[in-house]
């Protein structure tokens, strides 16, 4: 189950030396995680009003390989590649042009309103039962 986003970069996402700013990818794949979600057709606001919890990072493990610039086309696909009971482990990758320019091992831990881990919500459980994973390679 894969999605893939498509995004420019602006003068703001850049840094001194003209290329995208490194944390600025991390804000890249929260979007594309966001828009994950929203193409599977889950509003996190709703979500959380229903007492099925909110997502959190815990873990990221990133390559930076190339850097992007000013103005790029970048496409940020996101990939679902395993869970368990309150987690769910992505791959992210940021390409331009069919080249990989960054991409991250992120684990997502399901939380309540108490910021304690809870079970991710049944209807995504069904949703991820529906397509197999993919395995790609970080």
């Not at 995208?20 to 009003?49: C, H, P, T």
């Not at 069919?98 to 992120?106: M, N, R, Y």
Request: aromatic content about 10%.
């Amino acid at each position: 189950m894969t999605h893939t986003l498509p995004l420019r970069v602006y003068y703001e996402d850049t840094d001194l030396a003209g290329i995208v700013y490194y944390a600025n990818y991390l804000k890249f794949i929260e979007r594309g995680r966001s828009e994950w979600l929203r193409d599977l057709g889950f509003d996190q606001a709703a979500m959380k009003a229903a007492g099925d919890g909110v997502f959190a990072v815990r873990r990221v493990v990133a390559d930076y390989l190339a850097p992007a610039r000013f103005d790029d086309l970048l496409q940020v696909t996101t990939t679902y590649t395993s869970h368990k009971a309150a987690r769910l482990v992505l791959v992210q990758s940021v390409t331009r042009d069919g080249k990989t320019l960054f991409q991250a091992e992120v684990t997502l831990v399901c939380l309540s309103d108490t910021g304690r881990p809870q079970a991710l919500p049944a209807e995504l459980m069904h949703k991820i039962a529906e397509n197999p994973p993919n395995k790609p390679q970080v």
